[in-house]
């Protein structure tokens, strides 16, 4: 049975087909053949809006439909297609269409046929409206309670309740058969009641109805007398039961009696059949799936104390018509053979068999020679004529069952149905199959040749099918070529040729590889292949995931480009198997790779907190989440509490990832709540739920203040301080902080005061006196643990004495090398800095008659008695002084030393060009050094002879010019039409500076003709650069005169220098730079460089000019390595070799020993 309606209307009709066509292509003539039909019955609901009966069959010519209703022609009230039997039935009009319908499909051969299919249009169940006397009972009889529901094709469910929708209890005494009615095996007083309602429910129409209440009354005269059981349902002596095989089996026992009977079942003769159940208290046997074994007498006995009574139950199982293989199949015969049909089926009863052609009653015709023998046809010497859709039913009370078979009567010439030509490609190495489609009757007979030569081409790698394809094995490329099929038999003969060209396989050269790829980053899978060229228009290339087509672009998340995919922003979704497929028409290649994604890892779970040795020492322990593919490194547990920062949490400790426990110690007075994430080496997971609030005692401190700090601002006071505790860890209310002190080396105690903040003054102290220094913490619950002592000093006061027996040592022209005794300790009232220098430039011997006011200093911390001070003036003179400092101040200053400098070698000439070449002199025009650094006594001038091609210097000369005025001269008996290098050099006593170079070539006589001729037309060009030149002099010697004025030396006080330092290498950088005859190390160009700004000294400056420096109780800004023990080497200009390193004071520059170069500010 099915049912039809609402969305499930297309899975209720189901369409099947009872009949195997020919396999006759279209193109011929053949019967009707049903290929979709409806299996009924079909039910049709209230709620349904139609139905549809389908009917569907194919043939040539095409068939033409009909339908019977109830066994009388019938026209579809709406048919869906004309092509088709199919028609629909709507809502309004399932009433009058209820009935048994046939759907006949014809043409000119015959009539193909469908089953019955019966249409049920289904009304709402009802109970009748009835009027129900009271029923009257003597209490200890048994009672039945009948519902009689209504008949119904949908199932139902009943229920015995009462007015108010409460369920009758039922148990041994009480309970409801099968049939819906509700039994009582004996009554009580109880059972009085006047709302017993059978309610019945259709779930598939969604309709419940009830019957009328009944009044039940139980009369009570006495004590209810005992009673022997009998058997309420079923009645009488023995019930037959007939089922169908495979059904479920139910044999149901409801006795009455007092006390209740218990129920007994036996089958006789035999054991019960395996499986056998029992349900409402063992008065219903059920069998799951009866079969013909199961058949026989069964027994049900009632029995209780005052006797019993039995039922029997005759199973007879049975079963509707079936085939016994298959059914019956079409066929197709040549002319004048016999044809059998024969329809095989099994029944319980043994069905009838009908037989009918063309629809209509077939009948014995001995005289036609068309026999019936029960179950089967026989045509003698069948004719075309004979050609027709037989029928064969077979029915009992069960069912029935139908089948079309269609007999074709014909003889026909062999029809080729694969096209002539027909290409067909195969890769090498591939197997591929040449069809050859043949119809005809007598069968015919094929055969296979190459290049239409007869030859029988079957072999090793050649064979024909049984469908009469032909099978190539192993493809070669000289298998390309035409192969012909011949298809034969009594009525002709036809023939066909395929065309097959055998190509180079595709194949995947580029594999993809297995990745690991951090999520939100892109992963990138290579895959590149070789195929055929002449397919490839056919090819492309395709990726699967997990097996699963990829959509290309598919919300920009993949990206296919020159044989890579991209996958963008991946995430744990997209790790899986990834295939490459490469594709042509004829053959595809695939490669696959795993792509693993890591992530972070998943939050933990399952946070629990157990005690170790009190609520301030607990266990926190955990379940780890996912890793997402890459291991944990380390768990971090944090904490947040509610009474100091409530809402924030803090990290507390870390465990390694093979961890899941962390002991912790926790602070007191306090209510803490824990969370966990896991890390590993893509990131910080998500943190875990936060467990319950932990509340925590209170305890007095677990520990003392840190960082204790010293402090003396004033002569006569210390000040000391410390980091304060944190509100977490002050362990309970009322803390504070007990400050013991006593003089170190002295027999007193301690003194002690209490303060509730983290800072205390000693006052009336001796200055720079050391102190025992302790603090320890306290609340209302206790002191915290013995405190450390600590050392400090009370306040310092500036030096009083100054440095003695000062002394210089002028070690080449701008280094100086100070030597001092000195100051007694006692005087420096405080921890020692180090000594200033101080050193005033006074005048110049190149202008002796001007003075100067050039002030500069340097710190040289710690205990020392000598210092190297460089970058001098060379040719000037110097008065300096020393004094001591420490944290306080200055102390007084030495009395002042003079000295002087001497010369040193001048500076490179600013510009040397060349001018007025003839074809054997030369004019050079240079301009003074802008630094002289003594007095100018001339110049050296060198030029050298080049080799033109190989640039090698074939002859040297030099010139001694003496005049230091000189700013030209004239080179002669030159070679004519040759290049020289020019090497000029400034010169004072002290020696020669570095040179400038610079090349030209005398005038080739011959090239002077030329020369002279495009003069008219290169005049403007030589003006122009002379003009150029000429201003470029000018520009450059302004420059240097302007520097020498108000640069370098200027008296004006500088601001204040950065604290940019430099290190070696910076320093070589710039010796590199600017390289001296009389020194490889630092030249004075870079070691105090200025610029020509007064806004901004020029970055990496170490000294500056001061105009005043005689407050004495400031400290100089920088500091200079003393490398006159042999930490440093110094050339004549001042230079030296050296480390640098970070500052110790503004503008510091460490040497090795730990000392520092402070430059003034």
């Not at 030859?455 to 394809?469: K, M, P, Q, Y």
């Not at 500076?993 to 030329?1010: D, F, K, L, M």
């Not at 110094?1130 to 040497?1151: A, C, L, N, Q, T």
Request: glycine fraction near 8%.
């Amino acid at each position: 049975m099915r049912w039809a309606g609402g969305l499930q209307l297309l899975l209720l009709l189901a369409s099947t087909s009872w009949a195997t066509s020919l396999q006759i292509p279209l193109v011929v003539e053949q019967l009707p053949t049903i290929i979709t039909q409806t299996s009924g019955p079909i039910i049709a609901l209230p709620y349904d809006s139609s139905v549809t009966i389908s009917c569907e069959a194919t043939g040539n010519p095409q068939p033409q439909f009909r339908w019977t209703k109830d066994g009388v022609d019938f026209t579809p009230p709406e048919v869906i297609d004309p092509t088709k039997g199919t028609f629909v039935v709507q809502n309004k009009q399932l009433t009058q269409h209820h009935g048994k319908y046939r759907c006949y499909a014809s043409n000119k051969l015959g009539t193909a046929m469908t089953e019955e299919i019966q249409l049920i249009a289904l009304s709402v169940p009802k109970f009748p409206k009835e009027m129900l006397d009271p029923i009257e009972v003597k209490e200890g009889d048994p009672l039945v309670l009948k519902c009689n529901p209504p008949a119904s094709v949908v199932p139902r469910q009943i229920h015995w309740m009462s007015i108010n929708l409460q369920h009758i209890p039922q148990d041994e005494r009480v309970s409801m058969g099968i049939d819906g009615n509700l039994y009582f095996s004996h009554t009580i007083q109880n059972d009085t009641r006047t709302d017993y309602t059978c309610v019945a429910a259709f779930n598939k129409i969604r309709t419940i109805i009830q019957k009328s209440p009944m009044t039940v009354l139980v009369r009570s005269d006495a004590a209810p007398a005992l009673s022997k059981p009998r058997i309420l349902l079923p009645s009488g002596v023995q019930t037959e039961v007939v089922l169908l095989k495979g059904k479920e089996l139910k044999l149901e026992c409801l006795p009455g009696g007092f006390p209740p009977p218990t129920v007994e079942w036996i089958k006789m003769g035999d054991n019960l059949p395996e499986g056998t159940k029992y349900e409402n208290f063992g008065r219903l046997l059920t069998v799951a799936s009866v079969n013909e074994g199961m058949e026989g007498k069964y027994m049900c006995k009632a029995n209780n104390s005052e006797g019993d009574e039995v039922h029997y139950f005759d199973v007879i199982v049975e079963e509707p018509p079936q085939w016994l293989s298959e059914p019956p199949q079409s066929q197709l015969s040549v002319i004048g053979s016999d044809v059998q049909i024969r329809c095989a089926v099994s029944g319980k009863p043994v069905p009838d068999i009908t037989w009918r052609k063309n629809g209509e009653i077939f009948r014995d015709d001995p005289g036609q020679k068309q026999r019936i023998f029960e179950d089967r046809v026989v045509l003698h010497n069948a004719r075309p004529e004979d050609s027709a859709v037989y029928q064969c039913e077979a029915s009992n009370r069960h069912g029935i069952l139908l089948a079309n078979v269609n007999i074709m009567v014909m003889n026909m010439a062999p029809l080729i149905l694969t096209a002539d030509l027909q290409e067909y490609a195969v890769v090498q190495g591939g197997n591929i199959v040449l069809n050859c489609s043949v119809f005809g009757s007598p069968p015919p007979s094929i055969s296979w040749a190459r290049n239409e030569i007869s030859a029988d081409i079957e072999g090793e790698r050649l064979l024909v099918l049984t469908n009469n394809s032909l099978q190539l094995i192993s493809a070669e490329k000289n298998d390309s070529g035409g192969y012909v099929c011949v298809a034969s038999n009594s009525e002709g003969k036809s023939s066909i040729t395929a065309l097959l060209d055998v190509k180079d396989p595709t194949k995947i050269v580029t594999l993809p590889q297995d990745t690991q790829v951090i999520s939100g980053t892109a992963a990138q899978l290579m895959c590149g292949a070789e195929f055929d060229k002449s397919l490839e228009n056919s090819f492309e290339v395709t990726w699967m995931k997990d097996d699963e087509e990829i959509p290309l672009n598919f919300e920009e998340k993949y990206f296919l480009t020159k044989g890579m995919l991209q996958i963008m922003n991946v995430n744990l979704s997209d790790q899986g198997v990834y295939t490459c497929i490469a594709r042509t028409s004829v053959d595809m290649d695939n490669a696959s790779a795993i792509v693993t994604v890591l992530d972070i890892p998943d939050a933990p779970v399952n946070l629990e907190i157990s005690e170790l040795q009190g609520p301030r020492n607990i266990s926190l322990s955990w379940t780890p989440g996912n890793e997402n593919n890459s291991p944990v490194t380390e768990f971090v547990v944090e904490y947040e509490e509610s009474q100091w920062d409530p809402g924030k949490w803090k990290e507390l400790k870390k465990v390694p990832g093979n961890l899941a426990t962390a002991n912790l110690i926790l602070h007191g007075h306090l209510s803490y709540q824990f969370r966990v994430y896991a890390a590993n080496m893509v990131g910080p997971g998500p943190p875990s739920e936060p467990t319950l609030r932990h509340k925590t005692p209170p305890a007095a401190p677990d520990q003392n203040p840190e960082n204790i700090k010293i402090q003396g601002y004033l002569p006569h006071q210390m000040e000391i301080s410390w980091d304060p505790l944190l509100p977490t860890e002050h362990n309970g209310p009322g803390l504070e902080y007990r400050v013991s002190y006593r003089r170190l080396g002295v027999d007193e105690e301690f003194k002690e005061s209490l303060v509730k903040r983290h800072s205390f003054v000693v006052r009336n102290t001796s200055t720079f006196v050391p102190y025992e220094i302790k603090i320890q913490s306290r609340n209302s619950h206790g002191w915290g643990p013995e405190p450390k002592i600590i050392t400090g000093y009370s306040g310092e006061d500036v030096p009083t004495a100054a440095p003695r027996d000062v002394a210089v040592e002028v070690i080449n022209t701008t280094v100086l090398r100070v030597s001092w005794t000195p100051v007694p300790p006692v005087t420096v009232r405080g921890h020692l800095g180090g000594y200033n220098i101080h050193w005033l430039r006074k005048r110049s011997f190149l202008n002796p008659s001007k003075l100067l006011d050039e002030r500069q200093s340097l710190s040289f911390p710690g205990k020392r008695n000598h210092a190297i001070v460089p970058r001098l003036e060379p040719f000037s003179e110097y008065s300096l002084t020393v004094n001591v400092f420490n944290k306080k101040g200055n102390g007084p200053k030495s009395d002042p030393v003079s000295f002087s400098t001497p010369e040193g070698v001048p500076g490179q000439v600013p510009i040397l060009t060349t001018s007025n070449a003839q074809k054997d002199s030369i004019l050079l025009v240079w301009g003074p050094p802008s630094e002289t650094k003594g007095i100018l006594t001339g110049y050296l001038l060198q030029y050298h002879l080049i080799n033109e091609s190989s640039l090698e210097v074939l002859e040297s000369q030099e010139k001694n010019i003496s005049a230091p005025d000189t700013t030209q001269w004239q080179l002669r008996d030159l070679q004519e039409g040759r290049l020289y290098r020019f090497q000029l050099r400034a010169c004072t006593r002290a020696g020669c500076g570095p040179p400038r170079a610079q090349e030209s070539r005398t005038i080739n006589p011959e090239g002077v003709a030329s020369l002279q001729r495009d003069f008219s037309t290169r005049g403007w060009l030589i003006g122009t650069m002379c003009a150029v030149a000429l201003l470029t002099l000018v520009a450059i010697i302004a420059c240097f005169v302007r520097r020498n004025k108000g640069g370098k030396y200027s008296g004006t006080p500088q601001p204040a220098q950065p604290k940019d330092m430099l290190s070696m290498e910076q320093v070589k950088e710039k010796e590199d730079l600017h390289p001296d005859v009389e020194s490889q190390g630092m030249n004075d160009d870079t070691f105090c460089e200025y610029s020509d700004s007064e806004e901004k000294p020029l970055k990496g400056s170490l000294c500056s000019l001061t105009a005043n420096d005689d407050t004495g109780d400031s400290l100089s800004g920088d500091s200079l390595v003393d490398y006159a023990d042999g930490g440093g080497e110094f050339d004549e200009d001042g230079s030296f070799i050296g480390e640098y390193s970070g500052p110790k004071h503004r503008g510091s520059v460490s040497e090795p020993n730990g000392h520092s170069l402070v430059a003034q500010v």
